[in-house]
């Protein structure tokens, strides 16, 4: 079964806090980890991809990979309310061309 | 920048009738995706193809649906017969490679089906 697993929230930080978003993979073998933004109404945005263990930094957004643990994160520092959205994980499972998401988690960043 | 393009943004049509849904990938992705979202639901995948064939195709790309490249520049998801559960909104994607591929999505078109 392939799954991708984030808590759907709703995630509530206030302004200028740290946000943690958190999700979880079933293929061990999974190779390609993706974060998106989605606003309501709007197709996906990439924030970030990440593929080695370890963290990943840009701007304000750190993303961490676990493979061992089959865990997969991202970090919002200093949030801002323009960060209110839904945060999809993406993973590409395999070693095809196959892309799943997760459910997503509601994030909203309170002024 | 360049971006992902679909027309139509809105497509009505009645139960059992074909729908093609159209895309624009960027111009040097060589990569190509179908995916949909059933209203407040999560994005699924449908299908990718790559060197003008399919690479991947999901469960939910059954024989009612078909990808096309007909020319150098679109890229069509066509629906044979819809079904009333075929209602969502539909993203096509492109990415410049396979396996760490960042996709870039399309602004989607809403199908609904009556």
């Known amino acids: 079964q392939k799954e991708v697993e984030q808590n759907s929230g709703p995630l509530s930080v206030p302004e200028g806090a740290i946000a943690s978003l958190n999700c979880t993979y079933s293929?061990?073998?999974?190779?390609?980890f993706f974060w998106y933004r989605q606003y309501s109404g709007k197709s996906p945005e990439l924030i970030m991809s990440?593929?080695?263990?370890g963290d990943k930094e840009d701007g304000r957004f750190t993303a961490q990979l676990n493979k061992a643990s089959q865990y997969v994160s991202l970090l919002i520092r200093d949030s801002q309310p323009s960060d209110s959205a839904t945060y999809l994980c993406?993973?590409?499972?395999?070693?095809?061309?196959?892309?799943?998401f997760g459910t997503g988690t509601s994030l909203t960043v309170i002024p | 920048e360049p971006e992902v393009t679909q027309t139509p943004s809105h497509q009505v049509t009645q139960m059992g009738q074909e729908v093609i849904l159209r895309c624009v990938p960027i111009?040097?992705?060589?990569?190509f995706y179908w995916y949909r979202q059933i209203l407040g639901q999560k994005v699924e995948f449908l299908v990718s193809?790559?060197?003008?064939?399919?690479?991947?195709k999901s469960e939910i790309f059954d024989d009612q649906f078909s990808v096309e490249r007909p020319d150098g520049s679109n890229f069509t998801l066509k629906i044979r017969s819809t079904k009333l559960e075929d209602s969502a909104m539909y993203f096509c994607?492109?990415?410049?490679?396979?396996?760490?591929?960042?996709?870039?999505f399309g602004p989607g078109t809403r199908l609904t089906v009556l």
């Open positions: 994607a492109s990415g410049t490679e396979a396996q760490h591929n960042e996709q870039f």
């Open positions: 293929d061990r073998g999974s190779q390609s």
């Open positions: 990440i593929y080695s263990n």
């Open positions: 993406a993973v590409n499972m395999f070693t095809g061309n196959q892309f799943y």
């Open positions: 111009s040097n992705h060589l990569y």
């Open positions: 193809f790559y060197n003008n064939e399919i690479s991947e």
